[in-house]
């Protein structure tokens, strides 16, 4: 399954990531490489868009959490943008709704940002 991972530049606020496909195994990968690479570069504060992301399994999880550790290493955040409700389900049985704030859009991530 093919995944596309692009990334954009709120201001003094935060980077997006934006995700359209599935994270799964084959594709964590590149995720997780997009997500380091903005880490390395010292951008803590991110907002992963799951908007278009149809599955997610517990590679893809890994990822978000791998990622998570390491920015609050440095006093950051990872918001999440989710709408779809199986999506939302998976970080609620999970448990992982308690560590990651989820938001309905960008626009509601980056006000957030800004209130912290």
């Not at 084959?26 to 570069?41: D, F, G, H």
């Not at 409700?85 to 308690?98: D, R, Y």
């Amino acid at each position: 399954m093919d995944i596309k991972v692009s990334t954009s530049t709120v201001e003094n606020v935060a980077e997006i990531v934006s995700i359209n496909g599935e994270i799964d195994v084959y594709t964590s990968p590149q995720v997780k490489q997009v997500i380091n690479a903005l880490i390395e570069k010292g951008s803590y504060n991110l907002i992963i868009n799951l908007e278009q992301v149809r599955y997610i399994d517990s590679t893809g999880l890994g990822v978000l959490i791998g990622a998570l550790k390491k920015v609050r290493e440095q006093s950051g955040h990872i918001f999440l943008v989710c709408v779809d409700q199986q999506i939302k389900k998976v970080f609620t049985i999970t448990g992982l709704i308690k560590i990651f704030k989820i938001f309905e859009n960008n626009d509601q991530a980056i006000e957030a940002f800004k209130a912290e």
